[in-house]
């Protein structure tokens, strides 16, 4: 092989190389962009199911409750910071929020508002938001009028018809990721016993796109959710 073919192969590799290190380069300052890239997420649970009871055959029996790593959120539209606390968000006052679709479906008389949070974020972070609300059977619970045939449908705290988790990630596509337990009671057989309470889990994962409404159905509940990118540092 002559030395003019030894340099032109050589240019070639040293090309191919600066290629190589130009692409990556790029790519990561493109997820880096994406990583710092902020997030308002913004979603209201609604039950449209007003009774707390149900069928016993409806629900599955061995569902237990298992509590995750989470965002307890202290204020709507608070910053979810690298430790998972919740903390000001100085571009609070520039967001707009679902205040007004909740005045709306506060005068449903078919539709109770279960919950509703709004919150900051980077998309990379994979915060768990928790979710609690709905009829509480603390006291139920507590005075013992309520069979409990399994300890570990119950979390700490109150006792809430509903309770989860939500995140929001993007790999190839943004993707809303649902943990939600519903509790609802079983009318006892016999005439003198207690009714019982049972847990049921639900375990959604479905695509979002941004700046889009998403409305995901269940039997008894309803999830609203919008994801809007809203600043880069």
Known sequence: MTPKINKIKLLINK???????????SHAEQNNKENETLYQIKMILVSHNASNYTEKNDMQMKSKYLEKK?????N??????????????????????????????????DISIISHLEWVQKITGGNNIKIKGGYDYSNEVFENNLQINDIDILSSGKITKYEGFINITKNKFYTL????????????????????????????SQKIKINKMTYIDRDNFGLIVKAIKISSN
Request: charged share 30%; aromatic share 14%; glycine share 0%.
């Open 15 to 25: 090309i191919f190389i600066i290629y190589v290190i130009f692409m990556a380069y």
């Open 70 to 74: 989470h965002v307890n959120l202290s």
């Open 76 to 109: 709507n539209n608070c910053l979810v910071d690298n430790d998972n606390t919740c903390i000001k968000y100085d571009n609070e006052y520039k967001l707009e929020t679902f205040n007004s679709y909740i005045e709306i479906l506060s005068k449903e008389k």
């Open 177 to 204: 990721n649902l943990k939600l337990f519903e509790r609802v009671k079983v009318k006892s057989e016999r005439l003198f016993s207690d009714d019982q309470l049972i847990l049921k889990e639900y375990n959604i």
